[in-house]
């Protein structure tokens, strides 16, 4: 690999992005009005545009890579950034979770049984640092990153994530474009970016697909709209 982008080099980009790149939110809503003019059910209809929502927002962010000439440096096994607290709420927790249910047999046994060893392994370090108060305490993300309690999907012995297709918005939008060893050697490396404006286009859809069910009262196992404002750390979403 050349020489890799400077921290300077990589703002310029960035504000670069605003002249040249137009997110296309049409996108995301044509996700919706496709799967909700299907003849499946709502189950099939909410987790099809919930995977296929999460795929446009790493598109987008291609997009703007090639916009502006960004090659990112994040490496296959390279798994710094899965120390890093994830919130989600309730309803993404739920696709989540069915999404999984339609793995194959034997990655769905795989997954669960390493859920079993990781609240083994972790239950106690996770009861203390799910307690930091993410929406009032600023500093929340470094304490938790100091424990060095893996993500709950990452297997710590390839360091490759465990359910990679359908990684929540926090883990797909985090990139870094310089030297790969700014992440080994600092806790919260400045030089990385992050994607995560994309949430709002990607909630906004999935939001209005599910109000849109709501309406013909039938979101199947979505309890909407609690669902949407109920966030957590991703482990609690699958601890029971």
């Known amino acids: 690999m050349g020489k890799f982008l400077s921290f300077e080099e990589i703002q310029t980009k960035c504000e670069q992005l605003n002249e040249v790149y137009q997110i296309d939110e049409e996108k995301f809503y044509q996700i919706v009005e496709k799967w909700a003019d ?3 059910s709502t189950e099939n209809k909410l987790v099809a545009s919930f995977s296929e929502l999460l795929q446009v927002v790493s598109d987008e962010i291609s997009g703007m890579e090639e916009a502006v000439n960004m090659q990112p440096t994040c ?7 899965c120390y890093f607290p994830i919130i989600i709420n309730e309803m993404e927790a739920k696709l989540m979770k069915k999404a999984i249910e339609n793995f194959p047999e034997q990655r769905r046994n795989e997954l669960q049984a390493h859920f079993t060893r990781y609240f083994e392994q972790y239950g106690n370090q996770l009861e203390q640092i799910t307690g930091f108060d993410f929406e ?3 500093d929340f993300k470094r304490k938790y990153k100091a424990s060095q309690v893996p993500c709950i999907m990452l297997d710590t012995k390839t360091n490759q994530c465990m359910a990679y297709e359908i ?3 926090p883990c797909r939008t ?5 030297d790969p060893k700014v992440c080994e050697q600092n806790m919260m490396p400045k030089e990385t970016i992050s994607f995560e404006f994309l949430y709002s286009e990607y909630m906004g859809a999935l939001n209005e697909f599910v109000q849109f ?4 009262d039938d979101t199947a196992f979505i309890n909407y709209p609690d669902d949407v404002y109920k966030h957590d750390y991703l482990p609690n979403w699958f601890w029971e």
């Open 38 to 40: 299907r003849d499946t």
């Open 75 to 81: 490496g296959l096994g390279c798994a710094f950034c």
């Open 136 to 138: 009032n305490d600023g």
């Open 167 to 169: 990684r929540p918005i």
């Open 174 to 178: 985090y990139v870094n474009y310089t």
């Open 213 to 216: 069910l709501y309406e013909l």
